[in-house]
């Protein structure tokens, strides 16, 4: 089917309660794989990279494989820049052909993530790409942004935050945190609710491996519109390598354990989207 726009996806998610599963991809493997499982449930799904991925093989290489796996895919696929660190970087994905961008000034203090975000959105706006930024700060380390001081998005803030910045979706903090979870996280249920009920646009949840099916579930009811998932696709990826490896000590073949990394990688890939609801509604976008 198509490259589009994640607001397309995500529109359709929120009138419809259910998300659209936004997954963390480092390699030509994991492109493969999420697309594949995306197909087998005829899902829309969400494609995205950090910074240090970017860094790792370049926007350029990453859009090229997306766009060709999009392209032959029977669903809606979009290429999303995750924690976009400057506006710089963002406007290099814009360039590039990514489908949506995020900015993520909530390291800043609260007037200058809005002026950041608000820059990014302005330039973004007259191409149709969507822009999400984050308001709050998501606790543990993703990337190079590693918060030891996760703070909770303010309902306030974020109406506020919103107006002023003209994104088209909130990345909120509610208790989440990027990495592997020493505990159960406790999420902030009736926070999200609260601005759920004082803000249109859709909103975004954030670390969510390791999060309770069940508690990924409750935030989409709560009005949750794209989920993302990292470190448990990272995991997947390596324990397939790993596996094939260590039952062949002596292959070489790259294609061989990229095989069974992928194999995993899907597997995982198809049970986050059935939590995310988005199975079945490739046609919804
Ligand atoms: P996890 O690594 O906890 O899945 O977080 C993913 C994420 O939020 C990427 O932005």
Redesign the pocket.
Not at 206 to 210: D, I, L, W
Not at 228 to 232: D, G, H, R, S, Y
């Given at each position: 089917m198509a490259f589009v726009t994640s607001e397309q996806m995500m529109a359709a998610a929120d009138r419809n309660g259910y998300a659209i599963g936004?997954f963390?991809v480092e390699n030509m493997e994991m492109v493969m794989a999420v697309v594949r499982a995306a197909e087998e449930l005829h899902a829309p799904a969400i494609l995205?990279t950090?910074p240090s991925t970017v860094k790792y093989a370049g926007l350029p290489l990453y859009y090229a494989n997306v766009k060709a796996a999009a392209e032959r895919a029977g669903v809606p696929i979009a290429l999303h820049l995750?924690?976009g660190s400057s506006f710089e970087l963002a406007m290099q994905a814009l360039r590039t052909g990514y489908t949506s961008i995020m900015i993520d000034g909530s390291k800043e203090q609260f007037e200058d993530n809005i002026a950041v975000t608000k820059r990014v959105a302005d330039a973004c706006r007259p191409s149709g790409i969507p822009v999400e930024a984050e308001l709050g700060k998501?606790g543990?380390k993703?990337d190079d942004l590693d918060c030891n001081d996760p703070g909770y998005t303010d309902p306030d803030d974020a109406v506020r935050f919103v107006a002023e910045t003209g994104i088209t979706s909130l990345a909120v903090a509610i208790g989440?945190?990027?990495?592997i979870y020493k505990g159960e996280p406790k999420l902030d249920m009736e926070r999200l609710s609260e601005i759920r009920s004082r803000v249109s646009i859709p909103l975004v949840l954030?670390?969510?491996?390791?999060v309770p099916d069940e508690a990924v579930r409750e935030c989409i009811r709560r009005g949750i519109s794209k989920v993302?998932?990292?470190?448990?696709l990272r995991i997947a990826y390596s324990n397939g390598v790993k596996e094939f490896l260590q039952a062949n000590p002596s292959a070489f073949d790259p294609k061989k354990y990229g095989a069974v990394a992928m194999e995993h990688v899907t597997a995982l890939v198809k049970e986050k989207i059935l939590v995310c609801g988005s199975d079945g509604k490739a046609d919804m976008v």
């Open positions: 936004a963390n995205q950090t995750d924690h998501v543990g993703e989440t945190a990027h990495g954030h670390g969510a491996s390791g993302n998932f990292a470190t448990e």
